[in-house]
């Protein structure tokens, strides 16, 4: 009999050729199972920083959204909003 080890190793995974997301999350996980098994371990620090500055993009659209005043009025606010966008993304 096999021991659990091998067992994995000797059930290939499956993908649907036709859907190339699935083809990439396949290739993403093998490739992340072979590098954590050389000892290597995974640095999300900058998944993290896209995900926290996508948060503030978000922020920024919500507050020039519905920011109290309307047009004439809050036309400083956005322009600071309009300009930050896009250093932001």
């Not at 059930?11 to 290739?27: F, G, T």
């Amino acid at each position: 009999m096999a021991s659990d080890g091998s067992a994995a190793k000797n059930n290939p995974k499956k993908a649907n050729l036709l859907d190339p997301h699935s083809i990439k999350h396949l290739l993403d996980e093998s490739v992340t199972e072979v590098v954590k098994s050389k000892g290597y371990t995974e640095n999300v620090k900058l998944s993290n920083l896209k995900l926290l500055i996508g948060a503030i993009i978000i922020g920024i659209a919500l507050l020039a959204q519905f920011y109290p005043k309307k047009f004439p009025e809050n036309r400083d606010f956005l322009i600071i909003c309009i300009i930050s966008y896009p250093l932001l993304s």
